[in-house]
Each structure stands twice: as C-alpha cells, then as structure tokens.
C-alpha cells in the first residue's frame, strides 16, 4: 500500500491513504514504520493535523472529505457509528438492532472500516467487554482500542 504520509500516533504509527479530494484509508502501523512527512498543503497534511488535534482533545470533531469503500451495509454501520459522540459507547447490538441486522454482521463490518478514529468503530462494545477491533482480538490492536476510549474520557 502506497501512503500520503505516516504519523506518529500515542500508539504506534498511522498510515495516511489520500488522494487530492478524498481521504480513503487509515492504517494502523507498527511504531517501527517509518514515519512519511505528508506534502505541504496536501489533504494528507490536514489529516495529519486534526488526527495530532484529536490526540490532544479529545472532543476534537473532524471535517475530512472521507470516501470510504465498502457495500451498501458497511456504509449503513459506518454511518451509525460515525454518530457515537465521543466519550460515549454503544454495543455491537444495539447497531443491529437500529439496522435489522445482526451484531455478528456489525461487527465484522466495524472491523472492515477503513477510517478508524475519524469513523469511531473504537466506540463500539460487545455485550460482555472490549470485543474486537480492526478485524482482531490480539492484544495490541485491542490496546488500541484500550487506549482510545480512555483518551476520551479524560474530557
């Protein structure tokens, strides 16, 4: 995969996927990636600028031109957890119900998502815990997720 830029993130490191007008991925990546300076006045440097914006507020709202890829039901999920305001958190059912679906088929369309933090699939719980996240339940990426939420409740 070919970045914009990669940051340095309070976790590791964050690959940057824009195009002139749109941003369409953001990756989490090893702290031992090397970090890419986005070009001056790209839409990657303003990626940039508001992810470092929200690592330090973190009620920090962002205005990206996002066009994130996915079928019709992704972009529903999508959607729905793009309206979880931060600090709060809403579980993978309770999206399946407002979508008459599954939190099965939510889950794995969070863990599909190609924005996170800007799309806050962080803020989605299972019933019993943490759930997964990004497509796994290994320990750092879950620490991510750890992370992320306790960020937000330091408000």
């Known amino acids: 995969m070919s970045y914009s830029a990669i940051i340095a993130a309070p ?7 824009a195009q002139p007008e749109v941003v369409t991925r953001i990756v989490f990546l090893d702290a031992s990636t090397p970090l890419l300076l986005p ?3 790209s839409l990657a440097e303003e990626v940039a600028r508001q992810l ?5 507020e973190p009620d920090f709202r962002f205005d990206l031109p ?4 996915g079928t019709p039901f992704q972009q529903r999920v999508w959607q729905a957890i793009a309206a979880i305001p931060p600090a709060a958190t809403v579980s993978y059912g309770a999206i399946a119900r407002q979508l008459d679906s599954s939190a099965r088929a939510v889950g794995q369309a969070c863990g599909a998502n190609p924005l996170p933090i800007v799309i806050p699939c962080h803020r989605v719980l299972a019933c019993s815990g943490l759930g997964g996240f990004n497509h796994s339940r290994a320990e750092q990426t879950l620490s991510i997720k750890f992370w992320l939420l306790r960020h937000e409740q330091q408000r």
Do not use: D, S, T
């Open 11 to 17: 976790f590791g490191h964050l690959g940057i996927v």
């Open 39 to 41: 070009e001056p006045g």
């Open 52 to 56: 470092q914006a929200y690592f330090l």
């Open 66 to 69: 996002c066009r994130p890829q």
